[in-house]
């Protein structure tokens, strides 16, 4: 079967994983990199390079098993960690 897959964020590049092995796949993507939200950035401070992930926060058991699954699958290890996070900004005394 010829299938089509528009958008290759994280939710089309697995759909392609997936259907590749047992149908003709073509993926369509309007942005000139895949990965969608998910994207590695390098920031310079003070003349360093700091790569930062983008977009894709946490996750966990509970609200994303599929997406366990899907690691798991690939071998992608994990590793549990604490989740928080706060913004003080100093000009406005805003504080999130």
């Not at 990199?33 to 926060?57: I, P, W």
Request: glycine share 8%.
């Amino acid at each position: 079967m010829r299938i089509a897959i528009v958008g290759a964020g994280v939710s089309g590049l697995t759909a392609a994983y997936l259907l590749h092995p047992y149908h003709e796949v073509t993926l369509y993507e309007a942005q000139a990199r895949l990965g969608g939200h998910a994207h590695t950035v390098c920031v310079e401070v003070e003349n360093r390079d700091y790569h930062v992930d983008t977009g894709f926060l946490v996750y966990n058991d509970q609200t994303y098993p599929l997406f366990i699954r899907l690691l798991d699958k690939l071998g992608v290890a994990t590793k549990q960690s604490e989740m928080s996070f706060s913004y003080t900004d100093s000009l406005t005394g805003l504080e999130w």
